[in-house]
């Protein structure tokens, strides 16, 4: 039996990660001195309704090693063989680090076992390698085999497009994402960056100003770049505002010709503490060579 693996900034739905009995090793954040495990000891809303009083961003952490080992010694026990670990980007966090050492540490201790472990470098954030690995999992069901799974992972990866924009860039740049100086001009302007994926890491690909435009620019980029073979859903988060996702979702609807699901998740406490309030985001797999 094959288990699917990730850790929690995947920021897939609770009804998704118990559809697919998908591990999750919990990422840690510290707030004003306490410690939480992101998605157990709080939840998203939680963690926005408090955000506007920090006085301090958050810090967050890697899952440990060991929270790896536990997915994978529970999933034994329950009968599974092979475990596929997808996560988030190496260039932004420790985690899939942290995953490698859990599966060497396992064949050091498991010489003759026929367990087979392999971790998936997503290099997507939150959704974005929330989509590899639903998509993973939709593929599972159709009756993929490990080998199949890994090779469309390693394969298709770099296809998952990413669109980020933010209402406040006052995270993004405590935390390093977008200059001092961008900020006080997006702020000044009412510019939203909108950003994506490049090199491991997030980078701004575009600027409008206003959300109205922010989500024509969606609606129209996702229409020319989704990929109709493999893309048969889409996923939109948000931060702590819902209602712009489901305003992203009608225009979708309306103004493209995809006819799958369109799901709407809110991001974690992990990729909240760097987006902030008022996030919206984009994923699906875009077309090669885009």
């Known amino acids: 039996m094959i288990k699917i693996m990730a850790d929690s900034t995947c920021d897939l739905s609770q009804e998704i990660v ?43 952490g890697a899952p440990s090693p060991e929270a790896y080992s536990a997915i994978i010694e529970e999933g034994i026990a329950e009968g599974y063989t092979e475990f596929l670990c997808i996560c988030m980007s190496s260039g932004t966090s420790a985690s899939y680090q942290a ?6 540490s396992f064949y050091d201790n498991h010489e003759e076992t026929e367990v087979k472990i392999h971790v998936v470098d997503s290099l997507s954030m939150s959704h974005g390698s929330g989509w590899l690995i639903l998509k993973s999992a939709q593929l599972l069901e159709e009756g993929y085999t490990f080998e199949e799974l890994v090779t469309f992972s390693e394969t298709h990866k770099k296809r998952v497009k990413h669109f980020l924009c933010v209402d406040d860039l006052h995270n993004l740049t405590k935390s390093g994402r977008i200059s001092n100086v961008g900020a006080f001009i997006g702020s000044l302007l009412r510019v939203k960056p909108i950003m994506s994926m490049k090199d491991t890491k997030g980078a701004i690909i575009a600027k409008v100003r206003g959300t109205k435009k922010a989500l024509k ?36 609807e309306l103004q493209t010709d995809f006819s799958g699901n369109i799901y709407i998740m809110q991001m974690g406490v992990a990729v909240g503490t760097h987006v902030g309030l008022g996030g919206l985001s ?8 885009m």
């Open 99 to 104: 995953a490698e050492i859990a599966r060497d």
């Open 18 to 60: 118990e559809r697919y009995n998908i591990g999750l090793a919990p990422l840690n954040i510290e707030i004003e001195g306490v410690n939480y495990r992101d998605k157990v000891d709080i939840t998203s809303d939680q963690f926005f309704e408090r955000l506007p009083e920090m006085k301090v961003l958050p810090k967050t």
């Open 282 to 289: 984009l994923f699906f797999m875009e077309k090669e060579n």
């Open 217 to 252: 620019y969606y609606a129209e980029e996702f229409q020319k770049r989704y990929d109709p073979e493999w893309t048969n859903f889409i996923i939109i988060g948000y931060s702590n505002d819902q209602s712009i996702a489901n305003e992203l979702k009608e225009r979708i």
